[in-house]
T-cell receptor, first 110, second 117 residues
Framework: GQQVMQIPQYQHVQEGEDFTTYCNSS?????IQWYKQRPGGHPVFLIQ?????EVKKQKRLTFQFGEAKKNSSLHITATQTTDVGTYFC??????????FGQGTTLQVKP | NAGVMQNPRHLVRRRGQEARLRCSPM?????VYWYRQLPEEGLKFMVY????????ESGMPKERFSAEFPKEGPSILRIQQVVRGDSAAYFC???????????????FGDGTRLSIL
């Protein structure tokens, strides 16, 4: 079945440093979604990317969709302690389910 | 604007008992999805339902697990004869339209943390 690989699994940064998580698929994706899950919380939708080469920004977060639509990245500039959590990419399948990446857990040292 | 409502938040069962997890989707949403999350792991799809219909149950274990979404009332995920390995967080999500019809984000509930003694 379809899989999406996400790296790294964990990332510890000093507050103010940048952070990036990557998702890769062996197949071309129609679109990709990104979610954030705070510790003890539930996944919260951040954004959806649809177009080849698309770049979207939300304040300090930059989301990219690769030209071949097989990879995506989330970059956070100047991390803050409020950025702590696990970031998941997710690929919607034709049947409706979301296939999640393994997630990248971000820890930020103040 | 109530979001996705799940109850109970925490559920403790002894091995062999039954667990019933409830999920009320967001108002106006007719598509419900159940996911399981083990500690330190990602979310694994279990089942996708639309009112009174199971659309995709490819992630459901063949035995002991069942799900329904009746015409009236919440969606129910039922686990019979629970075992220790069933301990996990179970999340329900709902969406307005089915992905593929203009993919929509899924809105998640707070989850039910199931612990098996």
């Amino acid at each position: 079945g379809q899989q999406v690989m996400q790296i790294p699994q964990y990332q510890h940064v000093q507050e103010g440093e940048d952070f990036t998580t990557y998702c890769n698929s062996s197949t071309t994706l129609s679109n990709i979604q990104w979610y954030k899950q705070r510790p003890g919380g539930h996944p919260v939708f951040l954004i959806q990317l649809v177009k080849s080469g698309e770049v979207k920004k939300q304040k300090r977060l930059t989301f990219q969709f690769g030209e071949a639509k097989k990879n995506s990245s989330l970059h956070i500039t100047a991390t803050q302690t409020t950025d702590v959590g696990t970031y998941f990419c997710a690929v919607p399948s034709n049947t409706g389910k979301l296939i999640f990446g393994q997630g990248t857990t971000l820890q930020v040292k103040p | 604007n109530a979001g996705v409502m799940q109850n109970p938040r925490h559920l403790v069962r002894r091995r062999g008992q039954e667990a019933r997890l409830r999920c009320s989707p967001m108002k106006g949403h007719s598509h419900v999805y159940w996911y399981r999350q083990l500690p330190e792991e990602g979310l694994k799809f279990m089942v996708y339902l639309q009112k009174e219909n199971i659309i995709d149950e490819s992630g459901m274990p063949k035995e002991r697990f069942s799900a329904e979404f009746p015409k009236e009332g919440p969606s129910i995920l039922r686990i019979q004869q629970v075992v220790r390995g069933d301990s996990a967080a179970y999340f329900c999500a709902s969406s307005l339209t089915r992905p593929g019809q203009g993919a929509q984000p899924q809105h998640f509930g707070d989850g039910t943390r199931l612990s098996i003694l």
